[in-house]
């Protein structure tokens, strides 16, 4: 029942992710003609080439890497990948048939480029967060970081770079500038939404009795904690540290507990996004 749980919840982040990353894709990058990142950002190149409708080549496209993926990478690609990747091209088809648009939803592209940026970018953290993509040009960095030594983010940034730069010609300059600015803002917003996903808070309390702390992070935080011995540099007594990872509401109500319970404890509590080990993310 647990597994099903964590299943489900997964399978809803990865859809609503999905899903909003396609809202700002279609309504705010498509139809502003901004090309910065990836497969839907060439499709506006192609789009206005008149080979075929943005939502119509993201839709190939991502079939044909989707097919390629398996060819090379087997079930390595993984299912949330494959899932995101044709929910992404689906909504898309979608979202062109039943609200065809012929110019943007207003007439203020500074404010149209932010939401192209922010929704794409928090669509995708999610997505990443949880081990997945929305495939496209991620699929080609998974085959050459298999078979290759290449560097792989180099690579993709000179992609992107590449698309984005078009805009210049296909365009005109204030849409190349648009699309270059969400370039550069593109890659700082995903990795400030996966931090602030991943953010805990680690203490380091200085104490004199350990054992009610512990008691309350174990029994009622249903934590875990380390506790070592120690000597005030200061003072030359006998104290204990205790070291522990919350969430930042468990961090409230630790900080509040050890306030009424040990008054004169040391504490030190720090951000972190990286924790790795039981309880939190896997190797």
Do not use: W
């Amino acid at each position: 029942m647990e597994k099903f749980r964590k299943n489900f919840k997964t399978f809803v982040l990865l859809t609503g992710a999905t899903l909003i990353l396609a809202v700002g894709v279609y309504f705010f990058k498509m139809q502003n003609n901004f090309t910065f990142g990836g497969i839907t950002g060439f499709s506006v190149v192609v789009a206005k080439l008149g080979i075929m409708s943005a939502a119509q080549f993201t839709a190939v496209a991502n079939v044909v890497l989707l097919v390629i993926g398996f060819i090379f990478l087997g079930r390595t690609l993984g299912l949330m990948t494959t899932y995101c990747t044709l929910l992404l091209s689906v909504t898309l088809d979608i979202l062109e048939r039943f609200f065809p648009m012929a110019h943007p939803l207003t007439d203020q592209p500074t404010m149209e480029v932010m939401f192209a940026i922010a929704l794409p970018a928090l669509g995708s953290a999610i997505i990443f967060n949880l081990g997945a993509s929305s495939g496209g040009t991620d699929i080609i960095a998974m085959i050459l970081k298999k078979y290759t030594s290449a560097d792989i983010g180099r690579a993709l940034m000179l992609t992107d770079v590449g698309v984005t730069l078009a805009a210049f010609l296909v365009f005109d300059v204030k849409t190349g500038l648009y699309s270059v600015l969400g370039l550069t803002i593109r890659s700082l917003m995903v990795d400030s939404f996966i931090e602030s996903f991943n953010q805990h808070k680690y203490f380091n309390v200085v104490c004199d009795h350990p054992e009610p702390i512990c008691d309350f992070i174990t029994n009622t935080l249903h934590r875990s904690a380390t506790v070592c011995p120690a000597k005030g540099a200061f003072s030359g007594e006998d104290k204990y540290i205790i070291f522990t990872v919350m969430s930042r509401m468990e961090a409230v109500k630790l900080r509040n507990f050890i306030k009424i319970e040990e008054p004169k404890a040391f504490i030190l509590i720090t951000n972190t996004s990286q924790i790795i080990g039981k309880g939190f993310h896997s190797i």
